[in-house]
Nanobody, 123 residues
Framework: QLHLVESGGGLVQAGDSLRLSCTASGHTSSVYSMGWFRQAPGKEREFVVASDRNGAIKFGDSWNGRFTTATNTAWDTMYLQMNSAKPEDTAVYYC?????????????????WGRGTQVTVSS
C-alpha cells in the first residue's frame, strides 16, 4: 500500500512563495517515480513535473521558470517550490507516484495519487 499526502497549499498574494510537499507512506520502497499535477476548476488536469530514481525528469506545459522541484534521497517526499506566485497558478495541486520509471508524465502513467492541496493566489 502507498499513501500520498500533499501539504503546503493555501491562500497567498501574487508574488508570494509557497513550498508544496508530497509525502508518501506505506510501501515507499516501491516508489520509483513521483510527480506533480494541477487542476483548476472546470479545466483538465495539467502535468507540472515528474522525476524518477534514475534521474529522469519531465516538465509539462505548466512548468515555468518560477518553479523548482526536488526529491529527497529516501524517495518518500517530493517538493514543488513556487516563487512569485501568480493568479494563474491557482489550482488544486496533486502529487502522484508509481512503481515504474518515468515515461511521458501522463496521468495514466501514475497509479497512486494524493487528494490534493488547494493553492489560491490572489491578485
Amino acid at each position: 500500500q502507498l499513501h500520498l499526502v500533499e501539504s503546503g497549499g493555501g491562500l497567498v498574494q501574487a508574488g508570494d512563495s509557497l513550498r508544496l510537499s508530497c509525502t508518501a507512506s506505506g510501501h515507499t520502497s516501491s516508489v520509483y517515480s513521483m510527480g506533480w499535477f494541477r487542476q483548476a476548476p472546470g479545466k483538465e488536469r495539467e502535468f507540472v513535473v515528474a522525476s524518477d530514481r534514475n534521474g529522469a525528469i519531465k516538465f509539462g506545459d505548466s512548468w515555468n521558470g518560477r518553479f523548482t522541484t526536488a526529491t529527497n534521497t529516501a524517495w518518500d517526499t517530493m517538493y514543488l517550490q513556487m516563487n512569485s506566485a501568480k493568479p494563474e497558478d491557482t489550482a488544486v495541486y496533486y502529487c502522484a507516484a508509481d512503481w515504474r520509471g518515468l515515461r511521458d508524465g501522463k496521468e495514466d502513467e501514475f497509479d497512486y495519487w494524493g487528494r490534493g492541496t488547494q493553492v489560491t493566489v490572489s491578485s
